[in-house]
């Protein structure tokens, strides 16, 4: 059975920082983080190849999160440095077997239940 499990999200100030982790039963996959705020579309965050050989972010999150991941651990990490208010979403883990180029949500097959994220001001 897949399984994409999310951890590490939580309520912090703005300007703080929180680190996201998913624990996957997937091995070999392009692994992608994505975001969904209240009344709005999920949408795309973060995205890191097979073997971390590559990674692709949002415009909106580049130089202030990074994606990393252990296939040791077969985890994924998004460490989320500066949060804004507007970075408060319910955060989502997801598993494709796409390039890390296709960043639409459909390239994604596997998706975890989520983790609130939340960023006051």
């Known amino acids: 059975q897949v399984q994409l499990v999310e951890s590490g999200g939580g309520l912090v100030q703005g300007g703080g920082s929180l680190r996201l982790s998913c624990v996957t039963s997937?091995?070999?996959?392009?692994m992608g983080w994505f975001r969904q705020a209240a009344g709005k579309e999920r949408e795309f965050v973060a995205a890191i190849a097979r073997s971390g050989g590559g990674t692709v972010y949002a415009d909106s999150v580049k130089g202030r999160f990074t994606i990393s991941r252990d296939d040791s651990q077969n985890a994924v990490y998004l460490q989320m440095n500066s949060l804004k208010p507007e970075d408060t979403a319910v955060y989502y883990c997801?598993?494709?077997?796409?390039?890390?180029?296709?960043?639409?949500?459909?390239?994604?097959?596997?998706w975890g239940q989520g983790t609130q994220v939340t960023v006051s001001s």
């Open positions: 997937l091995s070999r996959y392009t």
């Open positions: 997801a598993a494709s077997r796409k390039s890390i180029y296709n960043t639409d949500a459909v390239s994604f097959v596997f």
